[in-house]
């Protein structure tokens, strides 16, 4: 009996032992994370980190956080813009801020392309948020770590989860105005399309799925959506849109028309409902089993919504294709150094 009881006793310990080590080899692996995608299927080796300003510039995130709750305060909607500027700055090559560089003799920067021409905003907040980290800590936080951290707080501040940003990337000196116009998805895309354009960037169906949840928040141009004004549906609220566009395809509509301005799951409610306002929202209701099946689930759970929107915003941050040595820190967003 007392042999039996110490064996027990050493297998426990072992188990236990065992145990410690693998949450000890997740939480590195939580804290340190390559970047892995760069468009073209290659590595880019970039390191990414947790509090990586912590030494070097430890008021990093208050600061933005001030910024975007300024911001936020003044117009709601700034919360929705922010994060599209994230969204968007990462689907061309990479999260390096290119998207916050205007045109120069070099080269004509993404701001013009077709997807945020008279769309994309909150310009004029990263560009007030890097002032002041330029002030406390000269040339140490990138413009693209500012767009990923303002994402988190926009949607925090919005109702929505929060998650640790990884930091450390390095700000692009060139754009791409080709691959802003081909690379992100249009406000008319079907269900294979948006998968497509979501894997050639090493996303998977489901985070094209969970990430079109920020959706919840934001509004649209009548010009974006025209095709739903004939489409088939919840009859009261297609009527509803036609009466809103009726004047203009400028004007501008709530893409969540319950909550609009709470990050929270209505969106996926919506869809099933038919109440998807942009044609590529609503096609999510209407795609292959695995793609419905994640729009009634996180219709029916917001808990896990809100988990996997965390775990996917993560993956997108870590999209690159800037190198250690080719990037830099901007001193302004706009301009190369």
């Known amino acids: 009996m007392q042999m ?23 939480n590195a692996l939580a804290e340190n994370k ?10 880019t080796g970039i390191s990414l980190s947790f509090d990586i300003y912590l030494m070097t510039c430890p008021q990093a995130e208050d600061i933005v956080r ?13 919360a929705a813009s922010l994060l599209r500027l994230h969204f968007h700055d990462c689907f061309v090559n990479g999260c390096d801020g290119s998207l916050l560089l205007d045109d120069n003799a070099n080269f004509v920067g993404e701001k013009t392309a077709g997807p945020n021409l008279n769309s994309l ?13 330029e002030e406390a800590c000269p040339q140490t936080v990138s413009c693209a770590d500012i767009l990923a951290i303002a994402a988190r707080d926009s949607v925090v501040l919005s109702g929505g989860p929060t998650w640790q940003v990884e ?40 985070d094209m799925v969970v990430l079109s949840g920020a959706h919840t928040i934001g509004k649209a141009r009548c010009s974006s959506f025209s095709s739903r004004l004939n489409s088939m549906g919840d009859l009261e609220f297609i009527q509803s849109l036609q009466q809103l566009c009726s004047g203009s395809n400028g004007t501008l509509a709530h893409l969540d028309l319950s909550t609009p301005a709470t990050f929270d799951n209505q969106y996926y409610i919506n869809l099933l409902s038919g109440d998807g306002l942009l044609p590529s929202d609503q096609v999510l209701a ?30 997108m941050g870590r999209l690159t294709s800037t190198t250690g040595t080719a990037g830099e820190v901007r001193k302004n967003c706009r301009v190369v150094n």
Not at 66 to 78: F, L
């Open 34 to 43: 390559t970047c892995y995608g760069d468009g073209t299927g290659g590595s």
């Open 121 to 133: 905003r909150g310009f004029e907040v990263i560009d007030s948020i890097k002032s002041e980290l």
């Open 4 to 26: 039996a009881a110490v064996t027990v006793i050493i297998v426990l310990i072992l188990t236990l032992e065992a145990s410690t080590t693998t949450l000890a080899a997740r």
């Open 66 to 78: 001030s910024g975007v709750e300024q911001a936020v305060a003044s117009d709601p909607r700034m």
């Open 167 to 206: 930091t450390g990337r390095t700000d692009s000196r060139g754009a791409s105005l080709t691959k802003a116009n081909n690379n992100l998805p249009a406000p008319t895309s079907n269900v294979p399309t948006l998968i497509q354009k979501f894997q050639n960037l090493g996303l998977s169906a489901q």
């Open 286 to 315: 209407g795609g292959p089993s695995g793609v419905l099946d994640l729009v009634q689930a996180y219709a029916t759970d917001q808990s896990l919504f809100f988990e996997d929107f965390a775990t996917s915003v993560i993956r």
